[in-house]
T-cell receptor, first 114, second 116 residues
Framework: AQSVTQLDSQVPVFEEAPVELRCNYSSSVSVYLFWYVQYPNQGLQLLLKYLSGSTLVESINGFEAEFNKSQTSFHLRKPSVHISDTAEYFCAVTPDTGRRALTFGSGTRLQVQP | EAGVAQSPRYKIIEKRQSVAFWCNPISGHATLYWYQQILGQGPKLLIQFQNNGVVDDSQLPKDRFSAERLKGVDSTLKIQPAKLEDSAVYLC??????????????FGPGTRLLVL
């Protein structure tokens, strides 16, 4: 079984400041890793994913995450946030074999202030 | 490409009533998931289908919840009778198997259920 821990339930940050949302996972098998974003009253949208290859993955809107196998982490970072980045961010994992459901963390609320 | 469709978007019912949710996955996606997202928590799997067969329903409260995916395309999730603790957002997701078996799940907008 897998588990995901998002260490911060809320992260307030000023606009144009850098941000890091932390994610640690536990698994007895190799995993794929995902970050999803949920804007108010909307469904989950895939932000970025790590399946294999380069451990640094990027999204089209400036976010990046780095897979660190030794530390079992997949932290999400952005060098300069915008008001529009205000949302709930969920880290999720799934085993890399077979088709399995995602195991989600409890989410981190990013609140970008002007 | 159309996304995952769900209806209704919102539903308010009284406890002990029944309710049904509908999901139409992305065309060609063989795997379909139903998740329950309680306020302040991450989504948790209820049931997973592969075509029209159940892969995992270990976390589905089978005394009150049921789901089907006839013909391997759209799916319905039913709650009968509903309890107050069923108030949540019900998310449907479908997945695309990429090369080498890698899979990405795409989510619908969800159905927000309030049980009074």
């Amino acid at each position: 079984a897998q588990s995901v821990t998002q260490l911060d339930s809320q992260v307030p940050v000023f606009e144009e400041a850098p941000v890091e949302l932390r994610c640690n996972y536990s698994s007895s098998v190799s995993v794929y890793l995902f970050w999803y974003v949920q804007y108010p009253n909307q469904g989950l949208q895939l932000l970025l994913k790590y399946l294999s290859g380069s451990t640094l993955v990027e999204s089209i809107n400036g976010f990046e995450a780095e897979f660190n196998k030794s530390q079992t982490s997949f932290h999400l970072r952005k060098p300069s946030v915008h008001i529009s980045d205000t949302a709930e961010y969920f880290c999720a994992v799934t085993p890399d074999t077979g088709r399995r459901a995602l195991t989600f963390g409890s989410g981190t609320r990013l609140q970008v202030q002007p | 490409e159309a996304g995952v469709a769900q209806s209704p978007r919102y539903k308010i019912i009284e406890k002990r009533q029944s309710v049904a949710f509908w999901c139409n996955p992305i065309s060609g996606h063989a795997t379909l998931y139903w998740y329950q997202q309680i306020l302040g928590q991450g989504p948790k799997l209820l049931i997973q289908f592969q075509n029209n067969g159940v892969v995992d329903d270990s976390q589905l409260p089978k005394d009150r919840f049921s789901a089907e995916r006839l013909k391997g395309v759209d799916s319905t999730l039913k709650i009968q009778p509903a309890k107050l603790e069923d108030s949540a957002v019900y998310l449907c997701a479908s997945s695309l198997v990429e090369r080498a078996g890698k899979e990405t799940q795409y989510f619908g907008p969800g159905t927000r259920l309030l049980v009074l």
